[in-house]
């Protein structure tokens, strides 16, 4: 059965504060692992898509990397803007649909 | 920009009543998808379709149905909707194929059944 727990489950930052966040996945063959931004009240928005250990992405403050066991959202320098539940999601070989963790909720404090 | 619409963002239905979830997507995506999300739980997938007409039950299909006659429609049916069915519904959509491609969600619609 395929697995992803996400930790912590809530951490809060000063504005400025570089912190990682991180997703472990239990899967049988890994097709894709996926990012997802969720506000409060809103559809998850989609981050990233990392499909290979070692593989790197990268977009404004935000740094995603992946191994074999596990991937890390880099935050760097966070602003408030930045507070929301970060999702993480893998896609298993053989499976259309995606397992996701519970999530990181993430506030930034000014 | 891919677009996926709901067709309610807020829902009060009463316990017994069939409740009825639209979804449309306007990027002629072959694959859609039926989430509930519930605190602590995360999303947790209730149904899929691969193409109009194909359907797959997800990890919590019970007490729900779809129906997919149109490509960029996907319809999510509480047969007799019960308190436990409160939660917030998440559809998403995304291409079909071989490739692990990321799946775009809608606004979600919060059904509170009293």
């Known amino acids: 059965e395929d697995q992803v727990t996400q930790s912590p489950e809530a951490l809060r930052l000063q504005e400025g504060e570089s912190s990682s966040l991180n997703c472990s996945y239990t899967?049988?063959?890994?097709?894709?692992l996926f990012w997802y931004r969720q506000d409060p009240g809103k559809g998850p928005e989609f981050l990233f898509t990392?499909?290979?250990a070692g593989e790197e992405k990268e977009k404004e403050r935000l740094k995603a990397t992946l191994t074999k066991k596990e991937s890390f959202l880099h935050i760097t320098a966070p602003k408030p803007e930045d507070s929301a539940t970060y999702l993480c999601a893998v896609q298993a070989t053989g499976r259309r649909a995606l397992t996701f963790g519970s999530g990181t909720r993430l506030q930034v404090q000014p | 920009d891919v677009k996926v619409t709901q067709s309610s963002r807020y829902l009060v239905k009463r316990t017994g009543e069939k409740v009825f979830l639209e979804c449309v997507q306007d990027m002629d995506h072959e694959n859609m998808f039926w989430y509930r999300q519930d605190p602590g739980l995360g999303l947790r997938l209730i149904y899929f379709?691969?193409?109009?007409?194909?359907?797959e039950k997800g990890d919590i299909p019970e007490g729900y149905s779809v129906s997919r006659e149109k490509k960029e429609r996907f319809s999510l049916i509480l047969e007799s909707a019960s308190t436990n069915q409160t939660s917030m519904y998440l559809c998403?959509?995304?291409?079909?194929?071989?490739?692990?491609?990321?799946?775009?969600f809608g606004p979600g619609t919060r059904l509170t059944v009293t």
């Open positions: 998403a959509s995304s291409l079909g194929g071989a490739s692990p491609y990321e799946q775009y």
């Open positions: 990392l499909y290979s």
């Open positions: 899967v049988s063959g890994l097709r894709g």
């Open positions: 379709s691969y193409d109009v007409k194909m359907k």
